[in-house]
Structures are given as C-alpha cells and as structure tokens.
C-alpha cells in the first residue's frame, strides 16, 4: 500500500516535497535513519554549529583529547615516550611502567575495568561519552568538519555547492578541501603508527631509509584511507549504523540515565509565531526547526528519546539561544531522565549502578595494587624438552626445564638460582650468573635431577630459590614428574 511520505527540508523540519505529497512504496519517514532520504538516497548532514554552553564544554574537552593524542608519542618518561606499544619486541612502555605479555594479571584487570566502566557509564550517562569524548565526534565536529567549513562555507553555501554542476572553481575547492583532509589524515595516521615504533625511530627511517619501512607505510597508507573514508564521507553514518555502543544502551539504559529530551508538556502544541490560535494555549516550541539543525545527525529531538541521538546537546545550546531571543525560559530541551520527564527526582544510586561501581572499584584497585607492588623481576620454570622425564643409569630422575627470566627494572640485573628442597636434588643451568639487559627477558635451559625415592605417585615437589644483585629474592615451587614407584608402572 503506498504511503504519503513528507520530506525534511534542509532545516531538518518535515514538509511537503516542494508543496505537494511524494508517493514512494517504503515506509514513513518516522520510521527511516535520519541519514537515509524517503527515495532511499543518502542524506548528507550539514548540521549549523550552535556556539552555546555545551559546545563550549565539548570544544575545551576535544582539543584537550586532540593534544593529547599527539602529544604522548612525544611526551619522555625515563627512556620511552609515554606510550609505546612495542610489538616487534613485545613490551609496552606506559607512563613510565614497562610491560611483558606475561603480565597476565595486569591485562586481565584492565580489560575487566575497561567493560565494567562501559557499563557504568552507560547506564549512568547514557550517550554522553558519544557526544562529548568519543573519537569519531571529537574529530569529525572539531577538526574535520571546521575545516570544511572553512574552505566551503557554512551549511548553506555547503548544499549550494554540492548542487552546482562541476566547473573549476567547484573542483579547487573539492580538491583543496580533500586534499587537506588528507595531509591531516597521514599525520593522524603516522601518529598512530609512532604509538607501536617511537618518533625516534620512525622519523628518521622514513626520511632516510623508506625501504626499510615497508611495513609502516603500508599502515600509514591505509589508516590515511580509512581516517579520509570515515571523516570526509562516512560521518555520522559510524555513529547510527556501524557503532554497537548506541544499540548497547537499550540494555544498560533505564528510567534514571542521563538523556537529551524535549519538554513535551511544555512545548506542545508547537505555534509557530504570528501564527497562535485565539482562546488556544500555544507551546513553548515554536517549531522553528533550530535543533534539528544543528545535530550532527540530523534528530529531531521532539519525536522522543532515539537510538540516532548521541548526546551533543546541540540541539540544547539551539533551544536555548532560541529562547533567550524569545525572552522565553531556557530548558526546553535539556539533560534529564526519564524518570525526571514524569515528575520524580532522579536516582543517581540505585542498584543497577552500584553494582557496576562496586566492580569497576575491584577492578582498577587491583590494577592499581598489581602495578605499584609490582616485583623487580618475574621468574617462571615451564617444562621443557621432548619427554616428561628421563631415569638416569645412576637411578636419579632429571627434568628438563626452561626458566624465563623477566627484568622489570630499568638497570641490568644479574640472577642466581638454586635448590632449597630437597636437599639431595641437583640443578644444572646453560648459564650462571643469568645476566638481564634493563627491560628484557631472557629464557635458560635448566636440568633438575632427583633420587627415584623422592617420587610418590609419580610427583616430586621442589622449591627454588632466585635472587638477584638488584635486591630481588623469590621462592619457586615446582612439581617434577617422575616414575610412580619402584615397580615402574609407568615406564
């Protein structure tokens, strides 16, 4: 059955296509992305920047985040910059903290604190995060979007051009704003690629021996065409259709989370000015279509709370300087709750919440407690060689071992391992003293030889003891495996 479908003029407000119904056999425009026009098109956003409150707050915290960014891979702590994720030699320096894959613990915790967080956040804050500190709207509505803006114009004269036949002027100022795009995007992109190999070693190879660094230009290159395909084209299509955190917070919201909302009670009936019914009592809203305006994906707030809004509070600061003019009230569009929008006070501690804050507090306590008391040094004993265990001609049982020896100072460390029990075990090592470089690691074979009699059920117990010149001292228990008894059940 057809449906009469009204387009959105380029306000965002809906209307008739040019004065009359368009007929098209697809669902109402209620039910379509903001993004996507009635005719299935795609809807690019030129959304009018509202220089109020929260814009302010959000441009302070972006270019904070932007600083940020490029500053870490800068920034000296000790001998590593602040932040560097090497692969190649599989440590990671953070803050001045030097990192090994075998700090299972530390990754766990972390990992742990980073879901529960989401959580919290999302069900206390809704999609404040989305607005004001996400990456993709940092970037897009401070970087990429004022520079368009710069070369092209406002919003206006943005659909202007997007309209006019090709020409040369048209073409310069695609090509200038591309290709601007693009210069920003390989420096976001060769930053990137500074977290995971160091500005010291990067610049100059890049300037001196590219061929060298295949690997990095590679993954400059491509990260330069995503960063371009997802600013210049993509946009708040990452926000409505690609990103899950929005589909996410149908789970994690409830009646208490922080939202953008519109004040129906007090808005509707909207009348538009000069336009009010005698003896009829007009809204607030004057139906002038400002916030629809000015959201970067293009949601009209008043239809009630949508999963394409993620919490810029442009619409907000638009509201507001709307009814300032008016000499109205601000607040008609504000953060509230659900719970608030049917006259109770919020709840900022209710169960749900305490739950998720309980859990983030056990989660980065014990990430906190796991780096501060971190030891000097990490020692493991795995089993090594071929088979479990060897009877030797003189009646002993020896296990091949490998020892990993792990230097979490920033000095060189020199080891020695002996056995403490039982005291008629032997231990041979392919090196003694064990020497560590600052930061590395460094694995030994090792022998362990035991009398027979020393088994039960096939298991011998035995404790090591490691120390080293750097003050380190650590007891190992290690259980050997050997023959179950003297009838050789096993053999």
């Known amino acids: 059955m057809s449906t009469a479908v009204h387009t ?16 098209f056999e697809i669902a109402p425009p209620e039910e379509l992305l903001y993004s996507i026009s009635a005719d299935g098109s795609r809807r690019f956003m030129h959304p009018v920047v509202r220089k109020g409150h929260y814009w302010h707050i959000r441009r302070r915290i972006a270019y904070a985040l932007m600083v940020l960014f490029f500053a870490l891979p800068l920034i000296p702590i000790g001998d590593h910059p602040a932040v560097l994720l090497d692969i190649a030699t599989r440590r990671f320096h953070m803050f001045g903290a030097t990192f090994h894959p075998t700090d299972n613990l530390l990754l766990a915790a972390f990992g742990f604190g980073v879901v529960v967080t989401v959580f919290f956040v999302g069900s ?3 999609r404040v995060w989305c607005g004001f500190g996400c990456p993709q709207t940092v970037y897009l509505e401070f970087l990429f979007r004022p520079i368009e803006a710069f070369i092209e114009g406002g919003p206006t004269n943005q659909r202007r051009l997007n309209k006019e036949p090709w020409s040369a002027h048209k073409l310069a100022i695609k090509a200038a704003k591309w290709g601007t795009f693009a210069l920003v995007a390989v420096l976001m992109a060769t930053t990137f690629v500074a977290y995971f190999t160091g500005w010291a070693a990067l610049a100059p ?19 330069t065409g995503l960063i371009v395909f997802d600013f210049g084209w993509f946009r708040d299509q990452m926000c409505t259709i690609a990103c899950p955190y929005g589909r996410l917070q149908n789970v994690l919201s409830d009646k208490d989370t922080l939202l953008v909302a519109y004040d129906t009670a007090r808005g509707e009936p909207r009348t538009r000015l000069h336009h009010e019914t005698p003896g009829v009592a007009a809204g607030a809203c004057v139906d002038c279509g400002a916030c629809v305006a000015a959201c970067p994906t293009g949601v009209d707030i008043r239809r009630g709370l949508q999963v394409e809004c993620i919490g810029t509070a442009q619409c907000v600061d638009a509201c507001d300087e709307v009814m300032r003019k008016l000499g109205r009230p601000t607040g008609l569009i504000t953060f509230t709750s659900e719970r608030e929008q049917q006259g109770a006070a919020r709840r900022l501690l209710r169960p749900r919440n305490l739950v998720y804050l309980a859990l983030m507090l056990v989660a980065w306590g014990t990430l906190g407690t796991l780096v501060f008391t971190r030891a000097d040094a990490l020692v493991e004993v795995v089993r090594g060689g071929r088979e479990p265990y060897r009877v030797l001609n003189s009646g002993a049982v020896a296990n091949q071992q490998r020892i990993r020896f792990t230097n979490q100072l920033g000095q060189r460390q020199r080891f020695d391992i002996t056995v403490l029990s039982p005291g008629d075990a032997t231990l041979v090592v392919s090196e003694s003293p064990i020497v560590v470089d600052a930061e590395k690691v460094v694995t030994v074979n090792a022998v362990t030889t035991v009398p027979q009699g020393r088994f039960h059920d096939g298991q011998a117990t035995v404790r090591y003891l490691v120390t080293s010149d750097g003050g380190y001292r650590k007891e190992i228990e290690f259980l050997l495996l050997g023959p179950y008894d003297s009838e050789g059940r096993d053999r």
């Open 205 to 223: 190879g890049l300037l001196h021996e590219p061929a060298k660094w295949t690997g990095a230009l590679f993954t400059i290159a491509a990260v």
């Open 124 to 126: 206390t804050f809704g």
């Open 8 to 23: 959105r003029d380029a306000g965002g407000a809906a209307g008739p296509a040019a004065g009359h119904e368009r007929i």
